[in-house]
Structure formats: C-alpha cells, structure tokens
C-alpha cells in the first residue's frame, strides 16, 4: 500500500511539469550545487568556461534603412494649394496694399464709396476636400445613430446626410427564474 502511494504521489506532483522536470527540479546528484542556475545554452557555455564557436555579425550590403518621412505640410503649402479652389482667392501679385491709417469697407471697389454699385456674390455650397493630399484616408465609415427621448433615432450617414426615424423596440430577454 505505502509502494503504490509513493507511485501515486509522484506522478500526481509531477502531472502538470513532467516527471523528469520534477525531478531535476527537486532533487540534484551528489556534489552538485542546487542553486546553481541550470542551462546550456551559448552564455551558460561561457560561463562554465567552456570553449564557445559563434558565427560574427557581419554588416548587410547597400543601405537598409528608409529615407526620411515626407515633411508634414505647413500653413502656407496649404493655402498656396487651396488659392486654385472656389473659396481660394488669388495669391498677392503686387496689388496694392493697405498703407498705415488707411481705411477699408466691406463690398465697395477701391474708389467708389457709393453703396449702390456693390460687389455681391454667392459662397458655394462646399469646398473641395483635399485632406487626400496630406495622407488623411477614409476609413469605413459607417451610421451614427443618436437615440432621441420622444422614441425617434437621429442617423447620421456617412456621406454627411442626416435623418430621423422611429425606434426599433427591442424585447426584453425572458428572465430565467419565472
């Protein structure tokens, strides 16, 4: 009974590791050192002083790394880029300029301070999206929706639309103690 115990004791300690590793974990040969770490791999070699034979790192041909990143596109790259747009307007080509105390109004051309001839003129609907330019990606997009206290969802879509609709009523789950 106590041989059959013994046996079963062991294999149950060693169950999750492995008998051997079990063993050499618990039990060391006489006249070695128990606390010394275990290993044979190229630093344990050195180490035990044994004699090591490793192949050199030797430097790769050509050039392996990547060039630079692309700088990042200042304000004025970006306003030089959009005076080609809609809203853009043109670059200063010399005009004249604003001398110091001068006065300017809002819709009069320069020497008619009469308001009956006055520059009028209609904004677009939109710009022109040029984020692509500057490495902005769309991902997938997708429908917001933002649930409304009266019962109704505002669906905000991915291309800018928005809309309303009734909510969904969803059913309870059936709760397991009835």
Not at 50 to 70: Q, V
Request: include cysteine; aromatic fraction near 4%.
């Amino acid at each position: 009974m106590r041989k059959a115990a013994l046996v079963g004791l062991c294999l149950v300690l060693s169950g999750c590791s492995g008998f051997g590793k079990f063993v050499s974990d618990t039990a060391t040969l006489p006249g070695e050192n128990p606390n010394a770490p275990s290993g044979d791999n190229l630093n344990m070699r050195r180490v035990h002083g044994y004699s090591t034979a490793e192949t050199p790192l030797l430097p790769a041909g050509g050039d392996i790394w990547p060039g630079p990143p692309a700088p990042l596109p200042t304000l004025e790259d970006v306003e030089k880029d959009r005076a080609g747009t809609i809203l853009g307007g043109v670059p200063n080509s010399g005009g004249k300029q604003l001398q110091d105390g001068g006065e300017m109004s809002v819709g009069e051309p320069d020497g008619m301070p009469d308001t009956s001839q006055s520059i009028t003129g209609k904004l677009p609907d939109a710009e022109p999206d040029a984020a692509a330019k500057y490495g902005a990606q769309r991902g997938s997009a997708s429908t917001i929706e933002i649930p409304n206290g009266d019962g109704t969802v505002t669906l905000i879509h991915p291309d800018g639309s928005v809309s309303t609709t009734q909510a969904k009523k969803s059913e309870a789950p059936a709760t397991p103690w009835h």
